[in-house]
């Protein structure tokens, strides 16, 4: 078992900032692919960005490239979320994901482990 859990719940302005973090327990922490998802309300959950194990590949959904970045510290078992030009549309709780196998990246089905979700909230 691999037990996630989030932290960096954040009301921002938009155009701001805000730092995720998810650290996590039980299993090696660098076994996995970490990832995050979102899920604004009345919308499904959707991909946000995953990391690979070593960390060095990262892969981001187009709504958050170039804003949002993703890395991980397998020393300390914790993995985070840069958010940086943050738009109204970003609000949504934040979903931190592990995965042993580096497929089906995209689809939340495919994930072995969920954190409870962090609430981001960006204001106009």
């Known amino acids: 078992q691999v037990h996630l859990v989030e932290s960096g719940v954040g009301l921002v302005q938009a155009g701001g900032s805000l730092r995720l973090s998810c650290s996590s327990s039980?299993?090696?922490?660098?076994?996995?692919?970490m990832a995050w998802f979102r899920q604004a309300p009345g919308k499904e959950r959707e991909f946000v960005a995953i990391i690979s194990r070593s960390g060095l590949t990262t892969v981001y959904a187009d709504a958050v490239k170039g804003r949002f970045t993703i890395s991980r510290d397998n020393t300390k078992n914790t993995q985070q979320l840069q958010m940086s030009s943050l738009k109204p549309e970003d609000t949504a709780v934040y979903y931190c994901a592990a995965k042993e196998v580096w497929t089906y990246i995209y689809d939340d089905h495919r994930y072995d482990y969920w954190g409870q979700g962090t609430q981001v909230t960006v204001s106009s």
């Open positions: 039980g299993r090696t922490f660098s076994n996995y692919a």
